[in-house]
């Protein structure tokens, strides 16, 4: 336990309420929790599945047969690619909860956990948690952000079980080009690693684009799973449900770890999911107008504020580099300390964040205007 940092929203949270009880009237641009409501078709789908006397009882643990069969769908409407629900889907209890439990399922101690550079927190400390290691694949400007597998030593690949990669990505907010993933399933095969494409923001693109999925790629379904979430797709965060996907013996492993740990997900809440994902899809495109309006009002200030980056491709977040002469930490303590807007510091999501910022879009438009606005002029 005392290798783990703070998790770092806890962390950011404690910061904010120190301020608030100043009497600052702080803005967060922190986490990444989109601040549109759940499309009034899943609460409606819930509503109903929650007077359903059969829902009130232990859920199915690998998730209802409905459900299943309904990701497989929807993996098939989306990508184009035909799963078995019954071998090759997995219900989660939101990623969060897949990816943690990826580690006891692969990962003994002293094995090693090929990591982004930056990325999602939990890649690094599920395996903090359960004693394996982990070696940071670089990602950075000099390579468009793209994990570097390739460069990763022998005697830290003898010891790899597993290996993580997310487009599109956060916090980097880039997406991958289908060769890419293509590379790393070649070299996940070579060296006999599980890849977990971590999907989260695959409904999220910007001007045209639509993130695919990995199991799109040929060989892929041989060491890969994918991670899906309802999450950012269906602003969901706060129902908990997610599903994983694609190699059949890796889904059972990770389905038998959590048969020991968890019962499942609220099996209405698995109902909405359904209508989630298998409704109309009107509500994904507006949400993604709402986010890019955002990024281009983002993208617009950063110069004023001394902040540069690339246009996000998508996910809700801009990924920006700050001025030169500060960490990333110190800067973001200015901000909150001159304009009391809480900004993540990038060397919160991995050693090659330092250098950055993240700034969420999932902040309502008037209170991301008045952000910019006060660290353009306080900074
Ligand atoms: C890259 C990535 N993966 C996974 C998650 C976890 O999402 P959830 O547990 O809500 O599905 C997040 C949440 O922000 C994320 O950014």
Known sequence: MANLPPYLFAEIDRKKAIKVAEGVDVISLGIGDPDMPTPQRIVDAMAQAITVPRNHQYPAYAGSKPYRAACAEW????????????????????????????????????????????????????GVLIGGETHYMHMGDDN???????????????????????????????SAPVEYFDRAIAFAKEHDLLLVHDNAYSEIGFDGYRPPS?????????????????????????????????????IKTLGTVKSNIDSGIFTA?????????LGPQDDVFQMCEV???????????????????????????????????YTSAEYATLVLDKAGVIVPPGSAYGPDG???????????????AEALERMATSL
């Not at 468009?144 to 290996?163: G, N, Q």
């Not at 040929?218 to 890969?224: E, F, L, Q, S």
């Not at 809440?269 to 994902?277: G, H, N, P």
């Open 144 to 174: 468009d952000w793209l994990a570097d597998f390739e460069s990763t030593p022998s005697d830290v690949l003898a010891k790899a079980r597993m290996m993580f990669i997310s487009y599109p990505n956060n916090p980097s907010a880039v």
């Open 354 to 368: 330092e250098g950055y910022i993240r700034i969420s879009l999932a902040t309502p438009d008037d209170r991301l």
């Open 291 to 325: 986010y890019q309006r955002r990024r281009d009002v983002v993208m617009k200030a950063l110069d004023s504020i001394g902040l540069t980056a690339r246009p996000s491709a998508g996910t809700i977040y801009v990924w920006a580099r700050i001025p030169d002469g």
């Open 75 to 126: 993996m098939k409407r989306r990508f184009a690619v035909e799963l078995d629900p019954d071998t090759e889907v997995l219900a989660l209890i939101g990623s969060k909860e897949g990816i943690a439990h990826l580690f006891p399922a692969f990962i003994n101690v002293g094995d090693y956990t090929l990591v982004p550079g930056v990325g999602y927190p939990v890649y690094t400390t599920g």
């Open 269 to 277: 809440v698995q109902d909405a999911a359904i209508e989630a994902m």
């Open 214 to 250: 990995i199991l799109e790629r040929p060989g892929a379904r041989d060491i890969a799973i994918e991670l899906f979430s309802c999450s950012k797709a269906y602003n969901m965060t706060g129902w908990r449900v997610a599903f994983a996907c694609g190699n059949a013996e890796a």
